[in-house]
Structure formats: C-alpha cells, structure tokens
C-alpha cells in the first residue's frame, strides 16, 4: 500500500484538460511545500515535472501545473498531447520521500 | 550534464546474491545524497535509503533495514544496492536517484534519475 493515494487511471483527449489528484495526510503532503510529481515512461527513469508543489523545472512545458490544498496536491495537464500519455506519481519529500501509488495518464 | 547510468537487467533464483550498480557523471558525487529507489507496478514507488558517498553515512527506510545494502566507491563514481539472499518479492525495477537536498538531511525533491534495473527473482 503507497502512502500517498492516486487514481489508478485518468483520460482525456487530446487537447483537454486533465487533473490527477494525490491525497496524503498532515504527516506528508500537510507538512511542508516539498511535493512534487514525475512522469515516468517505460523503460526510462522518471523526470521531474513539478516541485516544491507548483514550480516547472526547466524545460517542462507550462501546461503542467502543481496545487496543493490541505493534505491533498493536485497535478493538472492542459493542452494534452499524444506523448503525455504516461504514468505519473506524486511524492513527498523531508527526511526522505514518499510515493503514490502511480496513476496511468490514456490520451485517447 | 548529469547523468546516473545503472547496470542491466537481471534474473536471479531466490537465495541468490546481486549487486547492482549506479554510475554517475556531470556533478561531485562525494557531496550529493543518492538514493534508492524501488517501483513495483502494483504498489507504486517507495524510498529504500540513501547514500552520502562523501563518508559512506547511509540511511535506511524501516521496510528495507536489513533486506539490502547501500554502498559507494567514490573512487569511481558509483553506488551499489546489493541483497545477500533475493526472493521473489524483490522482484521489481530499481532506480538510483539524486535528491535535491534543502538542509544537510532534508530532501525537497528528486531532479535525476538513472534508466533503472529491472530485477527477477524466480522461485
């Protein structure tokens, strides 16, 4: 069982809008502004996307955007593209980081 | 540019040993926590433990304490994660990672991370 909870699997066409959701407790998300979220393609190591909740590293599009709202962070992709079709996962980072469960991101 | 290059697949009996490796490049790898971390597609990501090579000071999470090794030859760069007896549940894919660290052991973020090494353990 993952610390933080993710849906397994969100959809949306190409184009849309999308919003994972990562819920956490008081202990993880609540606790600081250390949440980020990673795309991970198959066969590649994961690539930050969003830290610090809703700061871009460079080179990441700024379709992606980070939230957080009491224990829970969000992750909203706009503008969806055929190659953002990919498992994300949230984290929370102090001492150490921990992980949702992953949700599988379809761009029908 | 930094880079973390991880060693290859592996299939391995159950009660064997392994050691896997982490090679990195493109900053001081004595003065950067690596860590470790393992994905198993049912449950997700989950921290193992870190390494600060600089002297070797490792920190395990409570779940991996004793079921693996975290180790570093900074002579060359590169970081292990070694099991002395695998079973089938350490069936997974295991990522080396660079923490972005805020204070000397308060981790923000993870900003590299190496290909990872998918090991399979049968029984």
Sequence with gaps: QSALTQPRSVSGSPGQSVTISCNGTPSDIGYNGYVSWFQHHPGKGPKLMIYDVTKRPSGVPDRFSGSKSGNTASLTISGLQADDEADYYCSSCAGSCVFGGGTKLTVL | ?123
């Design chain 2, 1 to 123: 540019e930094v880079l973390l290059v991880q060693s290859g697949a592996e299939v391995k009996k159950a009660g064997e040993s392994l050691k896997i490796s982490c090679r990195v490049s493109g900053f001081n790898f004595a003065n950067y926590w690596i860590a470790w971390v393992r994905l198993v597609p049912e449950t997700g990501l989950q921290w193992m433990g870190i390494i600060y090579p600089g002297d070797s000071k490792t920190r395990y999470s409570p779940s991996f304490q004793g079921q693996v090794t975290i180790s570093a030859d900074k002579s060359i760069n590169t970081a292990y994660l070694q099991w002395t007896s695998l079973k089938a549940s350490d069936t997974a894919i295991y990522f080396c990672a660079r923490p972005i660290r805020s204070a000397e052991t308060i981790f923000r973020s993870i900003d590299n991370w190496g290909q990872g090494t998918l090991v399979s353990v049968f029984s």
